[in-house]
């Protein structure tokens, strides 16, 4: 983790950042063994998660071989979305490859603000004879495909909300089984709050993301028809049963200061057995196995989120790596994408213990799901059923729209008002929708 | 000269020790008078002391946070093995970059405001004109105008012209209220400077502009000083503008310490150290410019 | 010096001085006007359009310049914004205020402690925003935090301040009154060394007793200092950024949204520029006529002494 003699080489390549970064013009790409894109700096960006973490220590292995360097930019999930949000938006060139986030793909490419990667994958030239990029799962192409049918992200996670529980010892202590609908979730949790000072549950405070399956479980959606008729459907009778529901569960069960939590702080949760049950992707749940970090690695269980009384709707999650359209070194963009998604380096993610990749050599290899057996549980399966299932029922069209982001948001301070006992379920679900419905017309919609 | 610079701002800046101490001891019976009369004499320094503790203690935690060791940050012992980890975990990254473009950007914004602000100041405070008063309320508005309302525009403008994420954008919108700040005080600190001097040297045959520079800029140095410094201090800390106009190229040092505000354990760590660096330069240009400071936060309120 | 209402003649002395004082002043003025007045007037324009990024030549017209303001009007989460910048404010203000005079009430007199501590005091005044929101995020998140753990060995466990809405601002005006309050202690400190001993001495004789030596012979001597330190406040309060953007975000909900940081989200996470313009629009109006009422006090303090 630490550098060593890092100072004169960072203060030289400080230096040289600074003054030659937008100045140097593109190398035309050499035959044979130079370094094609010597002198460029790739300034690349996404959210602090498992595979860019990953990806940032085999960094100067992509340096090293095309003589780019790379600037590599991970701050946190809201901080990061709002950032390349703004960015994309003036169609700027600050960055050249950034992470197109599962909510905000269709606002960012039916906005035009991405690049079409159609040529860059057809070109011989750029593109290596095994990227094979129908390797990666059609499931987890199609968020990132426009209306146009142009690719403008490949996908290096595919991931599907579960439920786990860090200390199911103590389920078994208390003589039940794993929780499988919302009632029975609500018992588990009454059994075994606070045991041993482990909290019930707690969720990551995006609940635009966490909350959704439950809201799907009760029978509720988030706009009429997606994306035909956008009309919001907050403030149903079973949207306002699912939020009360859900934001009970953080108000009973939940540790000191729930709302507040973020993916990265749930997942240390659970890593250390403070809290018992939450509802997170692979992304995240994956790390649990790992025994070096991991003290509940012995007692953890996985299991898909729990069959509400309209049926059981996992979300899923898809992120890719994309060109803005305003770039200014897309080749090398390109060049960085194919490295980072590459199947040699796809694969070797995998090995360090990566839970949630999207090709699906991967998916289908040995090596994959042995590690994803943790404790007995078989996540890899748990995910791969759930995403299957979601691309029959197609409950996930909601996410395609452009406009999810305003109402993702909208939902985040509903279930936050809720659970912090400022308003109740009702009241804060017809702020929501009333909030919802002026900002889709602010966004231009006609409702 | 610092009797002439301080006398006529008697609200600003405390004067040596007045001459008639304020005692506010009533009348007391003989016997208690030792007890209490040692109370009063040192529960001041006492109670100061006290206050001085409850006001740097959660500055000094910081401190001490970004020597930890990752594994003690959330271990209750006071007592721990200092080491430099936090720093150097700072060093891979923009951090370093960042703190440079810092330091470009304030030094920047500094000297252009002095350019420009100082002899607007001095042509302020000898020149006489009707519209004094309206200047100086446009002057205290764009001091305490939000950052938001400027900085739509300006993100558009910058957009359009190219200066998006480039440390000349960022130091150019600084100068929306740091020029206010020169203008204020380099007036506080011309308008001290006896006027006579200058007089002196116009009969001599001097221009305005070199009188100016021979006479009354020297005499107001130190002002300039501490202006240079206050000016650096504000473009330093600023964190909105820089939030917003920067991305990779120009980012700036507080701007930067967002990235490292994810959760896990050792994080803790770097970010105290990146906290303690980017208030480094400040603490120590606040001990040199201790004396101006309250009216450099006072700017364009109170007439002195 | 010359009356400025004397026309400019073609030359002497007095004429050229002005033409070089007019020379010296003119760059200023004009960068000012530049970078100040031509940004408000595109703010305004702005605020009458519903420009918004995702289709940005389609939403830049006038065809309804009042839409923002009207949508304004009935945004339930902007009225609510308002609102909590006006408890925001207010706590702080008073805070600050009450803080600052009551440790410089306590404090002042002779002590060299004192005269070095000064200096310390200034400390968390010029301190970055982004540290200080550092400082507080370390002190407010429980699992690294010394008041918190400290509590819990008193045995007085303590909540999530931050995640808990009926706390979540005033964890706000406690972190803020914590950066500020040097402010007033220092200003009223210097206030109370100028004032004259003869009328306390006097008063002390009558056998006035220490309230009613402060209700009415201190207090009336410090109170345009502690006005001033009021207004101050007060208007720098609207700007409170990086304390809300590093601890709340905005929440719990909305408890902690500010107009201010609202006007972010609007602008800066959707880009609703129009609709942030209008945000923007308002605030900066409530913020130029307190600066107005600030400027006029503080020349009402002083005028009596410079006009004579």
């Keep these: ?406 109402v993702d948001q909208q939902l985040n301070k509903a279930i936050a008002l809720i659970a912090s006992g400022q308003a109740n379920a009702k009241q804060a679900m017809q702020q929501a929708q009333a909030q919802s419905i002026a900002e889709l017309k602010r966004a231009g919609l006609s409702l | 000269m610092s009797t002439t610079l301080t006398a006529d701002t008697p609200l600003l800046h405390a004067p040596p020790a007045p001459a008639a101490p304020l005692v506010h001891a009533p009348a007391l019976p003989a016997a208690r008078r030792p007890r209490t009369a040692w109370l009063r004499r040192h529960g001041r320094s006492l109670a100061a002391a006290l206050v001085l503790a409850a006001v740097l203690f959660p500055f000094l935690w910081l401190v001490q946070l970004a020597f930890r060791p990752a594994e003690a940050v959330f271990d209750d012992a006071l007592l721990f093995r200092p080491t430099l980890d936090g720093f150097a975990s700072l060093l891979q990254g923009n951090f370093l970059r960042s703190f440079w473009n810092s330091l470009v950007v304030s030094t920047l914004s500094t000297v252009m405001s002095l350019l420009i602000g100082v002899p607007a100041a001095y042509a302020l405070t000898r020149w006489r004109f009707r519209g004094r008063r309206h200047v100086a309320l446009w002057i205290l508005v764009t001091r305490m105008a939000p950052p938001i309302a400027f900085t739509i525009p300006f993100f558009l403008a910058w957009r359009w012209l190219g200066l998006q994420d480039t440390l000349l954008g960022l130091a150019l919108v600084y100068l929306t209220f740091n020029l206010a700040i020169v203008i204020w005080l380099m007036q506080t600190f011309f308008e001290a400077v006896p006027p006579a001097l200058e007089e002196a040297a116009y009969i001599d045959g001097c221009g305005v502009w070199q009188a100016f520079r021979r006479i009354a800029l020297p005499l107001a140095a130190p002002g300039l000083a501490a202006t240079a410094v206050l000016c650096f201090v504000f473009s330093w800390n600023d964190f909105f503008y820089a939030l917003i106009l920067t991305r990779t190229q120009a980012v700036t040092a507080p701007v930067a310490i967002v990235n490292f505000l994810q959760y896990e354990g050792w994080e803790w760590t770097k970010i105290a150290a990146a906290g303690t660096l980017v208030a480094l330069p400040v603490v120590v240009f606040t001990v040199l410019v201790r004396r101006y400071l309250v009216r450099g936060l006072t700017a364009g309120g109170v007439k002195d | 010096m010359p009356s400025p209402s004397l026309p400019w003649t073609a030359g002497g002395w007095q004429a050229e001085r002005r033409r070089a004082f007019g020379l010296g002043l003119a760059p200023a003025l004009a960068v000012l006007l530049l970078i100040t007045l031509l940004p408000a007037a595109a703010l305004l324009v702005g605020s009458l359009t519903p420009l918004s990024l995702t289709d940005p030549a389609g939403s830049f017209r006038f065809d309804d310049p009042l839409v923002n303001y009207r949508h304004l009007l009935e945004d339930e989460r902007f009225l609510g914004s308002i609102a909590t910048q006006l408890k925001l404010s207010a706590a702080s203000v008073v805070l600050q205020l009450g803080v600052g005079l009551g440790l410089a009430l306590l404090l002042d007199g002779r002590s060299r402690l004192l005269a070095s501590a000064r200096t310390a005091f200034l400390i968390p005044m010029v301190l970055p925003p982004i540290v200080v929101a550092l400082i507080w995020k370390i002190i407010y998140t429980p699992d690294v935090s010394p008041m918190h753990r400290a509590l819990e060995h008193l045995g007085l466990p303590v909540h999530s301040l931050i995640a808990n809405p009926g706390t979540a601002l005033w964890a706000i005006a406690v972190a803020d009154t914590w950066q500020w309050f040097p402010f007033t202690l220092l200003m009223v400190l210097a206030a109370l060394q100028t004032m004259p001993a003869e009328p306390l001495e006097a008063a002390r004789l009558d056998g006035a007793s220490r309230w009613q030596l402060f209700r009415f012979i201190v207090l009336a001597h410090i109170r345009p200092v502690l006005v001033v330190c009021g207004l101050f406040r007060l208007i720098d309060s609207f700007k409170a950024f990086p304390l809300i953007y590093v601890l709340t975000d905005g929440g719990p909900g909305n408890a902690t949204e500010v107009t201010n940081y609202y006007g972010f989200i609007q602008a800066f996470n959707f880009s609703y520029w129009g609709y942030g313009s209008a945000i923007a629009m308002v605030i900066l109006a409530g913020v130029f006529l307190l600066s107005w009422g600030v400027g006029r006090l503080g020349w009402n303090t002083h005028e009596h002494d410079t006009d004579r």
Excluded: C
């Design chain 1, 1 to 406: 983790m630490t550098a060593s003699r890092p100072n004169r080489r960072h203060l030289l390549a400080a230096g040289a950042a600074l003054g030659a970064s937008a100045l140097l013009p593109r190398q035309a790409p050499a035959q044979g063994g130079a370094k094609k894109f010597q002198g460029v700096t790739l300034n690349v960006s996404t959210f602090s998660a498992a595979y860019p973490k990953l990806l940032q220590q085999w960094l100067p292995e992509f340096e090293a071989a095309t003589g780019a360097k790379v600037n590599y930019d991970a701050p946190s999930f809201p901080v990061y979305n709002q950032r390349a949000d703004l960015e994309l938006s003036t169609r700027g060139s600050a960055f050249d490859v950034v992470n197109v986030t599962f909510i905000y793909s269709s606002r960012w490419i039916g906005s035009g603000w991405l690049t079409p990667l159609d040529d860059y994958i057809r070109n011989p030239n750029l593109t290596a004879a095994d990227f094979d990029i129908d390797d990666f799962l059609p499931g987890a192409r199609a968020p990132e495909t426009g209306r146009d049918g142009k690719l403008y992200g490949v996908p290096w996670t595919a991931e599907a909300l579960l439920t786990a529980s860090s200390r199911f010892d103590l389920v078994q202590q208390a003589g039940l089984q794993f929780p499988d609908t919302t009632d029975d979730l609500v018992k588990v949790l009454r059994a075994v709050n606070r045991k041993e000072r482990v909290a019930g549950f707690v969720a990551d405070n995006h609940y635009g993301w966490t909350f959704v399956p439950y809201l799907h479980a009760f029978g509720g959606d988030v706009f009429r028809k997606a994306p035909d008729d956008l009309f919001p459907t907050l403030d149903t009778p079973e949207a306002v049963a699912a939020a009360d529901y859900y934001a009970n569960l953080l108000k009973e069960f939940g540790p000191d200061g729930a709302i507040t939590y973020q993916p990265d702080q749930v997942t240390q949760a659970l890593k250390l057995g403070r809290v018992n049950f939450s509802d997170a992707g692979q992304l995240h749940l994956a790390q649990l196995g790992d025994p070096a970090t991991s003290k509940t690695v012995k007692t953890v269980k996985f299991g898909p989120v729990p069959k509400g009384p309209a049926g059981r709707f996992p979300g899923t999650a898809v992120h890719g790596l994309g060109i803005p359209a305003g770039s200014k070194n897309k080749e090398a963009a390109w060049a960085f994408i194919q490295w980072a998604l590459s199947k040699q380096t796809t694969r070797r993610a995998v090995a360090a213990g990566y839970g949630s990749p999207a090709r699906r050599s991967d998916v289908d290899s040995k090596e994959f799901r042995a590690k994803q057996v943790i404790n007995g549980s078989d996540l890899a399966q748990l995910a791969l059923d759930s995403i299957e299932q979601a691309s029959k029922t197609g409950h996930m069209k909601y996410r395609t729209v452009s406009v999810y982001p305003q």
